[in-house]
């Protein structure tokens, strides 16, 4: 009769207000060992009964953990993976575990991740791959796991399913092309959480972790899985499905993180077709192509000068240097600018971002209310003056440049490194006769004395040599 009853409890189980019995009753230690049945209708039920029960109680669900149920449940993937009924059991009740630091261990000493890649593999319905991408986004947030999850081949599956989806307009193929993004983020930088709100439903909400792979990063590009999200971005920049754009940018953002990764994308022609979808107008996704592009010319002198001459994206960035929006893009827009010109060595780049127009908002940045922004923005000048101060001495002028490094330098809720970085750009221009006279004229002798007393040391030494460059010393 024990089939039988489990089936009764699995039915009774549905019932909300009948949960707390079944607890009470200590069913779920009972059916516990029924899960080491040979018996598929058994496992079955019991596997139904106890995922009902448990569902969103997690004492239980930790203590179901500390009894063993994540063996059973590999078990039963292992063993009966052609049984759609019992592998979608058994994948429900992973995901509700997942979540628990105690299931990812157990898992981790289990062979979890080659099974989650033959379901993945031989998935034919768009909810069976639904529920197996929401178990991998899971388990991706525990390193072990991630690793196994890597060398089981979960990225060549990833590859085959983006390479087979990439030419459709159905919605259901859409989701699981962005769900397959996502993992690919997940997998490179970390974890997506994910909450089911029902048994039968999902819902997510992400949280990336900070770590990075190099060899995961390497494989990818191999895989060719870098142009096959290129591929899904310009079909879905014309479709206009913003989703699906955001979740492939954040997947190339994350592969353009590890140096290796960058030289590999400049080599693959990347950049160009990364700037080709400039025409979204959305601004979320125009904001996370900024943020793949800066990333990109982030420490990469040919990236940057690959960026620096190209006068569509220059003149894009200027047009949306000028904008005041609520969205991040002016900033990031001028986060870019100043990166290029930061990694760039070229007076060649030089040049074309001034005959953009794009120094005075460089030059305004300086005085942003964001610290970090402020000393991009410093910096980028200073190397880009110690490139070609000549090109940009007029600009540089008219822009107000010199006054503004003072008001900076006066000003005491200015930050210790941006009066470091202010007094390293004014050193650059004093090797202008132009600049010098208006530096002398605006009395920074006065202002720099003070600042050889200020409590930062940086901040004195530097004020110290900028006095004697000043004065003609050095």
């Known amino acids: 009769c024990a089939v039988k009853a489990a089936h009764v409890l699995s039915e009774i189980a549905k019932n909300e207000e009948m949960k707390k019995p079944c607890i009470e ?33 997690r004492n239980l669900q930790e203590e179901l953990v500390k009894v063993g149920v994540i063996p059973a449940l590999v078990r039963i993937l292992t063993d009966y993976a052609e049984s759609e009924t019992l592998v979608h059991v058994a994948l429900l009740a992973l995901y509700n575990l997942a979540d628990l630091d105690s299931a990812k261990e157990a898992l981790s000493m289990t062979k979890v991740a080659d099974q989650l890649v033959k379901q993945l593999r031989r998935a034919e319905s768009h909810e069976r791959l639904e529920i197996v991408f929401e178990v991998l986004q899971a388990l991706a947030e525990n390193d072990a796991l991630k690793v196994q999850l890597v060398d089981a081949g ?19 193929d859409t989701c699981i092309v962005k769900a397959a993004s996502d993992l690919i983020v997940s997998l490179l930088l970390g974890g997506k959480k994910r909450n089911i709100t029902g048994q039968e439903h999902k819902e997510s909400t992400s949280i990336i972790l900070p770590a990075s792979s190099d060899g995961n990063c ?27 754009q955001q979740a492939a940018l954040s997947a190339l953002q994350s592969l353009a993180v590890p140096v290796v990764s960058k030289v590999q994308l400049l080599e693959e022609g990347v950049a160009e077709r990364i700037e080709a979808l400039l025409r979204s107008e959305s601004p979320p996704v125009q904001f996370k192509l900024l943020g793949t592009l800066r990333m990109l010319a982030d420490g990469q002198a040919d990236a940057a000068e690959i960026l620096g001459q190209d006068p569509m994206l220059l003149n894009r960035l200027v047009q949306w240097c000028s904008v005041s929006d609520p969205s991040g893009i002016c900033g990031e827009a001028n986060r870019l600018l100043a990166s290029i010109l930061h990694h760039n060595r070229s ?3 030089v040049k074309a971002i001034q005959a953009a127009q794009g120094v005075k908002h460089l030059v305004s940045m300086t005085t942003s209310e964001h610290t970090a922004m402020q000393n991009e923005a410093l910096k980028a000048l200073a190397i880009a003056s110690a490139i070609d101060l000549e090109t940009l001495e007029e600009s540089f002028k008219e822009s107000q440049l010199v006054q503004s490094l003072h008001k900076l330098l006066q000003d005491d809720n200015t930050s210790p490194e941006v009066k470091y970085n202010s007094m390293g750009l004014l050193c ?47």
């Open 25 to 57: 009753a200590d069913l779920v230690l009972t059916l516990i060992p029924l899960l080491e049945s040979t018996d598929p209708e058994m496992l079955l039920y019991a596997g139904r009964a106890i995922g009902r029960i448990c569902y969103d109680n």
């Open 154 to 172: 979960v990225p060549e599956v990833l590859s085959e399913i983006l390479l087979r989806l990439q030419g459709s307009s159905q919605a259901e």
């Open 218 to 244: 390497l494989r990818m590009f191999q895989l060719g899985v870098i142009h096959q999200l290129l591929d899904v971005l310009e079909k879905h920049v014309r479709s206009g499905d913003t989703s699906v």
């Open 347 to 349: 007076q060649e780049v």
């Open 428 to 474: 650059r221009l004093l090797n202008s006769g132009d600049l010098r006279q208006e530096i002398e004229e605006d009395k920074f002798k006065d202002t720099l004395e003070r600042l050889c007393s200020h409590s930062n040391a940086n901040v004195v030494k530097e004020a110290i040599t900028t006095l004697q460059v000043l004065r003609g010393e050095t």
